[in-house]
C-alpha cells in the first residue's frame, strides 16, 4: 500500500505539471505577480551578496522564473577578482555536468524521429560495446574482469546504470593507462567518439542494470547522438535545441567575442583566501574552452552556458517539450523523463533519500524522506563548478543558480538557495 500511495502522489505531481504547459516564454515580472514576495527574496539577496563578502566565492548569479516569468535575476560580486571585473547577469559559466539534460533531450528528439530507441542495446550503434566487461572484486581486495551479464542500453546511459564510472572504479590502474579519467576532455586533441571507442575495451565498474554508477554514461550517448543523427553532437544539439528556444550563449567552445564574458574559476581551501585557479589546467582550472583544440564534444560535461539560456532549457521542459512556440519534444517525452527510473526497478540511488533518477535528472519522489523544502517531481542536477538547478512543476518554478568554485570547501549555499527561495512562496 505504501508504493502505491507514492506512486500515485508522483503521478500528481506530473498530472500537475500538464496544467502548467501553455505556453510560456520567460518575460519578467513583479514577484508579486505569480504569488512570491520580493521582500522575502531580499533575504536571498543578502545571503548570497554575504558570500562574497566572506570571500566563500567570487561572485555568482541567481535565477528564478515562476509560471514563465522571470521575477529574480541578480549577479553579485565580481567575475574576476584580481582585475575586479563585476559579475554581470550575462556572465558565461561552465556547467559541466548540467550538459547531461540538454543531451538526454537530444537523445530524445531521436527516439520521437524512431532513429532510436532507449531500449536499444548501444553496440546498435556503436560496434565496440556490443560485449563489454566487468571488474569483479574478490575477497582479496583484487579483481577478476568477467563478461557483461548483458548488453548496455540507451536507457542504461540515460540512467547511469550502465555501471560505467569516470575511471576510478576497481580497474582504475586499466582507466589510467588508458588516459581516461575523470570529467573533463576540453584538452583532449581527438573527437570523443574516439575515447569513446577506446573505453570499451576496458573493465567497467559494476555490471549492467544492477547499480547506479555515475560516469562517462551521457559522453558516451552524446556519441551514440552522433551516429543516430549523423551530425556532429555540437551541430545536432544547436540546430535541434539551442538555436530554436534561443539559447544564443551556450557553446562547447566560445566564439571569440564572448570570451571576456567568461567568468574566472577559483579555487576554495579550508582556512585559505579563494584562489585562481591554473590555466588552463584540467577539471579543476580555466579550462580549453577559449584556446583549447575544440576537437571534444563532451557530452557529460563540455558545455558553457549563461543563467538565461539555461533557464529557457528548463521552462521548455515545464512546458511540455515547447518553447516560445517551437516544439522540442512531446508532453509525453518529458513525462518519460521526470519519471523515476532507477529505484522502480530496484536499483538503489546512492545516499539520495527520497529521490529517484529519471533520463537525464534527478527526481524528487518524497519531499518528507528527502527533508528540504520542494515538490514531487521535481527534476534538478548541477555541475562540477558549483553550479545547480532544478525545476518544479507543481510550483511552475525554475530555479538557475551558477558559480565557478571547484574544489567549494564544503560551501553550505545550495541548501539555503532552496530554502530562501521557497520561503519567498506566498500562494
Excluded at 216 to 225: E, K, M, R
Amino acid at each position: 500500500m505504501v508504493k502505491l500511495f507514492k506512486a500515485y502522489i508522483f503521478l500528481l505531481g506530473c498530472l500537475l505539471w500538464i496544467s502548467f504547459t501553455h505556453a510560456q516564454d520567460l518575460s519578467t515580472a513583479l514577484p508579486e505577480e505569480v504569488g512570491m514576495s520580493s521582500e522575502r527574496l531580499d533575504r536571498l539577496s543578502a545571503t548570497l551578496e554575504q558570500y562574497v563578502k566572506e570571500g566563500k566565492m567570487a561572485g555568482n548569479v541567481a535565477l528564478i522564473a515562476r509560471k514563465g516569468k522571470v521575477i529574480y535575476q541578480h549577479a553579485f560580486g565580481a567575475s574576476d577578482l584580481e582585475t575586479g571585473k563585476k559579475m554581470g547577469n550575462d556572465a558565461i559559466f561552465r556547467i559541466a555536468s548540467q550538459t547531461k539534460a540538454i543531451v538526454s533531450v537530444a537523445a530524445m528528439i531521436l527516439q520521437e524521429e524512431g532513429k532510436l530507441l532507449i531500449a536499444d542495446p548501444i553496440g546498435k550503434y556503436l560496434p565496440e560495446w556490443k560485449e563489454t566487461t566487468v571488474a569483479k572484486i574478490r575477497d582479496d581486495g583484487g579483481y577478476d574482469v568477467v563478461k557483461a551479464n548483458r548488453s548496455i542500453t540507451i536507457r542504461d546511459l540515460l540512467t547511469h546504470t550502465a555501471g560505467i564510472g569516470y575511471g576510478h572504479g576497481p580497474a582504475k590502474k586499466e582507466w589510467e593507462e588508458a588516459g581516461i579519467q575523470n570529467w573533463y576532455f576540453a584538452d583532449r586533441n581527438e573527437p570523443i567518439a574516439e575515447t569513446v571507442a577506446r573505453m570499451a575495451k576496458l573493465p567497467m565498474d559494476a555490471q549492467p542494470g544492477e547499480k547506479f554508477v555515475y560516469g562517462y554514461n551521457t559522453d558516451i550517448l552524446g556519441v551514440i547522438v552522433e551516429k543516430a543523427s549523423g551530425k556532429s553532437l555540437d551541430a545536432f544539439i544547436k540546430e535541434r535545441i539551442l538555436d530554436p528556444i534561443g539559447m544564443v550563449d551556450t557553446h562547447f567552445y566560445l566564439p571569440k567575442n564572448k570570451t571576456e564574458r567568461l567568468a574566472t574559476s577559483y579555487m576554495a581551501y579550508e582556512g585559505k583566501p579563494l584562489e585562481r585557479s591554473p590555466d588552463p589546467g584540467l577539471g579543476i582550472g580555466q579550462g580549453h574552452y577559449v584556446k583549447g583544440p575544440r576537437k571534444s564534444f563532451s557530452g557529460g560535461a563540455g558545455l558553457l552556458s549563461t543563467a538565461m539560456d539555461y533557464a529557457k532549457f528548463l521552462q521548455m521542459m515545464l512546458n511540455g517539450g515547447e518553447f516560445n512556440g517551437q516544439r522540442i519534444i512531446s508532453p509525453k517525452t518529458v513525462e518519460l523523463m521526470i519519471a523515476d527510473h532507477v529505484d522502480v526497478r530496484g536499483i538503489p540511488y546512492g545516499s539520495r533519500k527520497g529521490s529517484g533518477f529519471g533520463l537525464g535528472f534527478s527526481i524528487t519522489k518524497n519531499v518528507g524522506e528527502r527533508g528540504e523544502p520542494g515538490s514531487v517531481s521535481t527534476f534538478e542536477w548541477g555541475g562540477a563548478y558549483g553550479s545547480t538547478y532544478w525545476a518544479d512543476p507543481v510550483e511552475d518554478l525554475v530555479v538557475v543558480y551558477f558559480k565557478q568554485l571547484i574544489p567549494t570547501n564544503g560551501i553550505d549555499d545550495h541548501a539555503k538557495l532552496r530554502s530562501l527561495v521557497y520561503q519567498a512562496i506566498l500562494e
